[in-house]
């Protein structure tokens, strides 16, 4: 069963990341410029939605103009390699670090714009894009075992698995469609593996986070309290802990927005560490 984790309302809660070495969560309220935590906040002069950790210290976070270094303690940041800065249209939405110390971040127009987004990794100090014309790209996670990253456009509705080359990470060959959710009610936001390769996918609209076997078969769904479900994370000491983000935009009512935890709802395995 959700209980609430944190009862401050997010206009739209996204990104939230479990800190192995700090065990503590972060997360974003992206219409708000806000970085969250339990205990703390820090305010941003634009949009910024997703982080990795880099060391106990220091996130990577990604906003609307660039990738950036980020200082816990002091709350200042040193911008790493801009991300469409140029383009006042997008800002950064979904995103995650990879097992080989990469990291995917997705964007997006600012008001729904079709097909303005894309999908990036940034390694080694490099940003490269992947995919083009997306309109909200989200679902980005990885395979433990390292043999491909999943992504969606929630517009078209359908996670992608895109196989990925051992060595590096990269992309080795063409995405296909893992899961195709066309003529349902659900529309796949953010998602995470758990330690058994099982993609766990928050669905907005839904008010749920369903789990999905890594052929893509349906197994489970559990309940989020707030309708705009929009990203999982496993966390808390043995990682059985799901984190889920909603967002209150658009909504009334004490549930929206807030940030939600289900104990024991499975297994999951620590966030890998962005190496820069």
Known sequence: MAEIYDAHACTLGEG??????????????????????????????????????VDADTLLIASASALSRFDIASGESEPLVPLEAENPVTR?????????????????????????????RFYRGH????????????????????????????EDQRIMRQPLSAEDGWPDGTAETLIDLRGTDFRPDGAVTDADGNIWNAQWGSARVACYAPDGRFLRAVSVGGAQSSCPAFGGPDLSTLYVTTAAEGLTGDAEGRTYMIENAGLGRPEYQVIL
């Open 92 to 120: 950064s939405n979904d995103g995650r670090a990879d097992p080989w110390g990469g990291f995917w971040i997705g964007t997006m127009g600012v008001k729904l714009e079709p097909g303005a987004g894309a999908i990036y």
């Open 16 to 53: 939230p990341l479990w800190h192995p070495e700090r065990q503590e969560l972060f997360w974003f309220d992206i219409i708000g410029k806000k970085l969250r935590t339990r205990d703390r906040t820090w305010p941003f002069e634009e949009y910024v939605s997703a982080a990795g950790w």
């Open 127 to 154: 940003l490269r894009k992947l995919h083009g014309e997306i309109t909200v790209p989200n679902a980005i996670c990885f395979a433990p075992d390292r043999s491909a990253a999943y992504w969606c456009d929630t």
